[in-house]
Structures are given as C-alpha cells and as structure tokens.
C-alpha cells in the first residue's frame, strides 16, 4: 500500500525551492547573528543576508511560471502560488531595506528580528498555495506566532509588549474559533482535500446544513480576524500603535495578503458550492468593516493608528471580491491588493524615516515637512492620495477595476457604499497633508536627507504608484493569469 502511496504522490522537493531557502536563510540569519563577534561580522551582515536569501527566492520562484504541480497533494504550485510568493517575497525585501536603520536603533534581538520576518513570509507562501486544511492552518499559525513575537520588539517602548500581549490572546481566540470551524467543515466533508471537500458540498448532504453553516459563521469569524474586518478589528489599532514601525508596514501589507489569499483559495475553491450560505455573511461582514473603518479614523490622532484604521476600510474593499467572488473579481482583487501594498509601504516607508529623524509619530508632529523635507511631503502626499483613490494614481486604477467588478457581480449596493468610503477617507488624508503643507514648522526649520537606502526604496514605490495609475495593463495581464489558474483547478 505504501508503494502504491508513493507512487501516487509528488514529493518533488524543487517545487518548494523558494520556501526551503528562506527558511534555511532564517535559520542562517540567527545563527550568524548569535556569533557575531566570533564570525567578525558586521552589523550589516545580518539584513544583507537577508535581502540575498529573499532574491534567491525570487530567482527560484521564476522556475515555477506557468507550472501545473503540486506537492504530496498538500501544496499548489500555479500561477496563483506565484503570484503571491512574488508579492510577499517583494514585502519583505522593502521592509528590510527600507527600514534597516530603524530596526537597529528600535528593535530589540535584530536577528531573531529577521529570521522572524523570513519565517512570517514562508507561512504567508503556504497560505497562499495550500490545497490541504490542515497545511492551510499550519501555515496560518507559523505567520502567526512570528508576527505575535515580531510586535513585542520594540526597544524600550511599553507599549510594544501590551501590544504583542493583546494580540497573542485576540489571536489565539481566533485562531480556536477557526480551527473548530474546520473541524465542523471536516465532519461534514469527511476530507481536508481542497477537491474532495469541494465534491462533498456540491452534493448537499443531507442533515447536515446547520453544522456546515455554523462552521462556515466561524470560518468566515477567524479570517475575519486576521484580516481585520470589523467587528474583529479590536486588535489591529493597538497592534499597529504599539508595533514597531516596520512590523506595522509588514502587518499592513503581507498579513492582509496572506489572508485574502487564503480566502480566495478556500470561498474561490472547496466553499464555492456553498456560496448562498456564506455569501451574505461576508457582504456584512465588508460593509461594516468600510464604515466603521473609515467612520473612526476620522477621531485618530496617531498616524499609526490612522493607517491602522486606513487598512481596515481598505479590507471591506477587498472583501467585496469575495463576496462576489469569481474569476474576474478574483482578477481585480489581485490589481487592487497590488496597488494598496505598493502604496501602503510607500506610506509607511516615508514614515519611518520622518520617525528616525524626530522620534515622533502624532499627526500634529508633521506640520511643516514640506519645508523641512519636501521629498518625504510628496511621497506621503502621492501615496494618501492613492489610498483615497485619486486619478492618475495606482489607487484611482486598482479600484475602478475592483468597483467594475464588483458591479458585475450584482452587488452595487456594496460599490456605493465604497464610493462613500473613499469621500470620507480623503477627508482624514487631507488632515495629513495639511499638516504638511499648510502649517508653519515648530523648532528647528533646518532642511534634512534621509539615507541613501531610503531614497532608493521610496522612490522605487513612488514611481510604481504613478506607473501602476498611469499603465496598469501588465499587472492585470499577470492577475489574470493567477486568477485563471485559481478557476480552472
């Protein structure tokens, strides 16, 4: 039986090249940074490693396009898997670069730092390519507990540890009401395959509807948390405060990535024949979330949290693509999550330099920038006005695209709603930008740089938000691709 077994099975190691060299990059990355002294290493050593580990990923990932694998029937190797290992493989690559700076004056245990950051980017990979429930919570559970660990770092901030605490026990709530979700899904599918589960359900067995649906209300509950979709968004304006600046980017862009992935794997796979039982719950479950999101950073003082609240609303947005979710929705989610994580790291990027540079972080403390750092203004002022979405910009593209399909999908009740959303949230934006450029500066007046590292990565992003607002058409072509390969399974 076991022969037969093998020989049915694909333990093609190569097919899980990128994520083998980032985990054996993060176990690299703590050793030499514990024998530091005794390697004569240099402080650099450790994020450059880093950086080489993540690129050598990328390079291995591009063996894969167009590739139809799995393995051990676990994980997907697709278009879609690619997609997603580029992005978060991208992710981590900025915050690393963007922000070594900060991480070696604010951050305590630097290398288990990166090493966490790896590690965090593997599971958010596996999320995105499981094919099995069991590989799927697994890998959940590895973001998870990095990024838990990773916002408790903080050097001599109090607020680092009540934030890392918070999240732990919201976390682990979360986290037991999916996994009995699962369970419930489980015994009403008798499988944890993607495909077999997906079978299971087209049947509609019988006796059994009162424990799918209370299994999918938890389901839909867990994601929901680690999306931060209101009403499960408690943790994330403490979290995104009390982290360290370039955990909060990170949190902001790969944990809500890794998530919407996960969503439109399962809701886009072996959920869709359930969708009349699941479909209204997450149709509520966005428009709260692009209310109260937008609503309550309007009252926000702290740029952290208004980014906090930000990325909530943004997360109804996507939401919407599940809801309705299919091909083409699926297509214009993968446009619309692009352009917010290129313009949310652009954001956060700038941020943390104008932090390296005054130690501040209120709203209030920005007045002026625009005469004492006139760059940082622009990158901040582009990157706010293409979260509100602005025309010519990545933001005004990515949720045209999003709202077109959402509408064809029946559902422009939900597209209005957004539109709303929009309007208020370029009114909090606004209050950012005044600060910037309509105040006089307090204290010193004298015009400051930022590193040279800093530079490269913000106008990297900066370029993207324009190019990706102005000719979007390559990357709908690549979200396309992965959203076909996603369907056609």
Known sequence: MSDILGNQLNFNLGLLLPELILAVTAVAVVFVDMFQKELKAGRALVPVLSLIGLLAAAAATATDIDVEDDFARMVQIDNFTVFFRYM???????????????????????GEFYGLLLLSTVGAIFMASARDLLVAYLAIEVLSFSL????????????????????????GVASAMLLYGLSLLYGVAGSTQYSEIAGALAKSPEGLRLPLLLGLTLIVAGLGFKVSAVPFHMWAPDAYEGAPMPVTAYLSATSKGATLALFLRWFGGPLLPAMQDWQWMLAVLSTLTMIFGNLIALQQTNIKRLLAYSSIAQAGFMLMAITTVSDIATSALLVHLSGYVITNLAVFTAVIHFYNRTGKEEIADFRGLSRTNPYLATVITVGLFSLAGMPLLAGFFTKFILFQAIVEGGFLWLVVIAVIGSTVSLFYYLQVIRQMYVLEPEGDTTRWRISATGYVTTAILFVLIVVVGV????????????AYALFQG
């Open 88 to 110: 978060f493989i991208a992710i981590a690559i900025v915050v690393i670069a963007g922000s070594h700076e900060y991480i070696e004056r604010h951050v305590n245990h630097v």
């Open 148 to 171: 838990y660990i990773a916002v408790s770092l903080g050097k001599n901030d109090p607020r680092s540890g009540e934030a890392g605490l918070k999240y732990v026990l919201l976390g």
């Open 471 to 482: 000719y979007g058409g390559p990357l709908y072509t690549v979200a396309d691709r992965a």
